[in-house]
């Protein structure tokens, strides 16, 4: 089974006053992941079920390999979908949950329970199939709504944060699964997500949404090291607001100029933005930096550094943490690399650097 | 029918909280199980009583201490099998029009207008505040004004056209506003119980249309709340005699209380089979509600 082409045009999309979708444009190639990130109320959700046929776009066109499928009920649409809540049916076992989809087209009892068989084990549970829902765990639940998902072999394959309602450890065995099963069948698929990591890990391409409207679409390390907008920057992975001033096409911050990589402001002062991995740390007692709080996470520990009036967020290999322990004096560097600028962010300095809340997920 | 909570009546379908574990002899629980027999004592002594009052004057003879004359008397009663066979159609009927007119409404507001949640609840809601013969005094009156003002309706010409002398469609449809609460209720239970949504999404994903989902998915997962709907509808319309008895038909509650005027013993003997029947009819759809919680 081969994936197909999917194609969002101008979606436009209103709740009761609030865009939904705001005129999405993206094509999703054949046989891709591509995952959907955003925060919530982006519209991620809406788009997806725009494909699912749940819902109506007001304006666009949804097309799967060129057919504009924006009319097509859901029941009679070539996709298969699995549900950020658990979505399988109480009354039926296992096996006939799987086979739903066949009995609706009337295959026979034998070749759909073979069918239902063989996807079983496609999802390495082949001895669940007298079981019920209530029955199972959820990551199993999530494996065989995943199962009942690729049944009808669809072209295309549907996932609503499919992951969320699980714990951490089956999160992630899971959807190194659904890549593994993705990979093999070839199957197109969208996955929604608001969990950054979960985005890189698994997609192909990331494409960033932002109030209904594309941000940006491109692979992940692409993502994460060359965001196009500000927004992105600072959604995917932790970023630092410091105070820095353009001079010509460069940009003086901390004592270093640096290149600029995409747009400048019209204003001089901006603010930069610099990943923490991209901020180095060495012991020094002259220096004025020091380090605030130091929180340990095995590879790698996160510092609060605070340099005169502002702080910094930098990211050290955990052995450095005993080095650099708080109270430690510390000079700051960056990384010579281009780097994103926007438009200073209020004339107070920012005393606190921003911590994103989706630092940590 | 008055004395009927929208809650109470559903309770013996729900499962028994049973929390008494085994606990060896602290003195909290044994504590609460003297409380829980003493309620139960309570509660029994006084449904108990009646009925085995009501039994006692029923077997009672002039010549023998016991005789359960009255009971055979039942089955050659004058209009007995007649009354008893309206009364359960017109159960049948009420539950098949009452739960096709609720099931597709109350899914149809879930899904897609949840706006009207509040205004459906209290219209299904409303029949319990109004009065029986506040009821039936509106639906006389209509029967009697109807045919001058809406004949040439085609709503009032379908009635006419269906209209039949020994199954009254009008009490079918005043039954069916008299259930809506409890059918409400129960059904409302129901759907709160599983994810509609999801499970309709999911149904459709794979390709089944309406009909299929709603045989296949919303149905089987809503049998025990459709089966107490079904109960209540039946012994609501089982003991219903205001209305019957004000339009003029002879429904098994109106046959009872017109043979207590001539045979005492055999009504009183009639109210305690149908009581019994009634308990029959508990049971067998609680039993079923359960082997399907167990079942899935």
Redesign the interface.
Known sequence: MNGAKVELRGLRRNFSGTAALDGLDLTIESGELIALLGPSGCGKTTALRCVAGFEQPDEGAVLVDGKDITRVPANKRDAGMVFQSYSLFPNLNVRDNVAFGLRVRKVPATKRHARAQELLELIGLPHIGGRFPHQLSGGQQQRVALARALALEPRVLLLDEPLSALDAKVRVSLREEIRRLQLSLGITTIFVTHDQEEALSMADRVAVLRAGRLEQVADPATLYDRPATPFVAEFVGTMNRVPGRIEGDQVAVLGQTLPVDGDLPGTPDVDVLIRPEAVLLTPDSEADGMVLVSSFRGSTAQLRVQLGDIEVLADVPGHDSVRLAPGTRVRVKLVERPVLVSASSGATTPATAPVPEHDVV | MAALTPEGPVAPLTPPAVASGPVGGAGRPRRIRVWRGAILAIAAIYFLVPLIASFTFTVKAPEQDFSLDAYGQIFSAEGFGRSLLLSVGLGVATIAVVLLLTLPAMLAVRLSIPKLKPVLEILCTLPLVVPPITFVAGITTVLRLGPDYLASTPFYQTIFAIQDENFPIVLVLAYVILALPFVYRSLDAGLGA??VR??V?????????WP?LIFR?IV??L?SSLASASFLTLALVLGEFTIASLLNFQTFPVWIYTISGSQAQVSVAVSVFSLLITWLLLLVLSSAGARQRS??
């Open positions: 599983i994810d999801t499970l999404e999911a149904a459709r994903n794979l390709g089944a249309s299929h998915v089987p997962n049998r079942g899935s």
